[in-house]
C-alpha cells in the first residue's frame, strides 16, 4: 500500500525537526568549560579536547574520530597519573629525558622564529659551491679496527702501501685492483665506485684530499677512522649539473650554525665553562 504524500511530507518535518533539536542541544551542552571527561583526578574540558583535536587534524593525513581520540586522550591521562604514582618522575632516564624536551623546548622558544627566516639566495649557493662541489670518486680501502694500536695500524699501512705501489705501476685497470684488495664490501660491487659526493657526506680528509686532485688522478695513501684508501678521482660536476637541493641545505644548515653558535656564545657569558682537555682521550 502506497503512504498518502501527507503522511510522508509530516514524516519528514518531524525527523528534521527532531535532529535540529537535537543539534541545537549538543551544542547549548557544549560549553568550552563543560567537561567531557573525568580521569582520577584530571578534569578534560571541551575546550581542551576541542584545541587537541585540532592539532591532530593539522598533523595527520587520516585523523581518528573524535570518540576514538577521547579515548586516547583519557589513556593518555590514566597513564601520566600512574608514572606518578609509580614515582616515575624520579628515574634517572626520565629525568634525562625531561632534560631533553626543556632542552629542545628552550631552542625552539629561542632560535626558532630566527631558523625558520633564513633565506637562501642563488647567489650564495654557487658561492658555497665554488669552494665543496660534488666530486666522484673510486677508492681501495685497506681498512683496520676502530680500537686499532698502533702496531695493528703499522700492518694495515704496510699492506697499504704494497698495494699502492702495485697500482701505481698500472698492470691492471683500477676496477681490477679494487676487485683484489678493497676490504669495503659495498663498493668493490661497483668498481670501487662511491658516487657523487659533497664535503658533507665525505670524510674531511678524504674529500680535501680528493678535491686536489685531477680528473683519474690516483692517489694514497689517505688515512680516516676506516683505515686507509687509495683514491680514483672519477668526475667533478659543475654548478649547473649539481644537487640544488643539497647545496640549498648545506647553506641553510651553515646558516642555522651560525645562528647557534651566536646564541650559545652569548649564553657563555652567564655560565663559565671549564674542559680538562687532557681528559677527552
Known sequence: MIRPIASITATAQ???LTAALLTTQAALAAEPN????????KQISVKELNDKYEDVLRQTINPPTKEVFLEDLIRYEMGVQEAYKKNLPEDPIVKERIRQEIYKGLIERELGKKVSEIKVTDAEMQAYYRKSPEI???HILIEFRPDANEEQKKAARER?????SEVEKGKRSFEEYVGLYTDDVLSKKTGGDVGWQTAVTLVPNYYTTALAMKINEVKGL???QYGFHIIKKTGQRPYSEANKRTIRAAVFDTKRRILFDAYFAGLKKQYPVKVNK???K
Open 14 to 16: 518531524f525527523i528534521f
Open 34 to 41: 563543560d567537561i567531557v571527561a573525568v580521569v582520577g583526578t
Open 136 to 138: 666522484r670518486t673510486s
Open 160 to 164: 697499504a702501501s704494497e698495494i699502492f
Open 222 to 224: 689517505i688515512e680516516t
Open 278 to 280: 687532557d681528559k677527552i
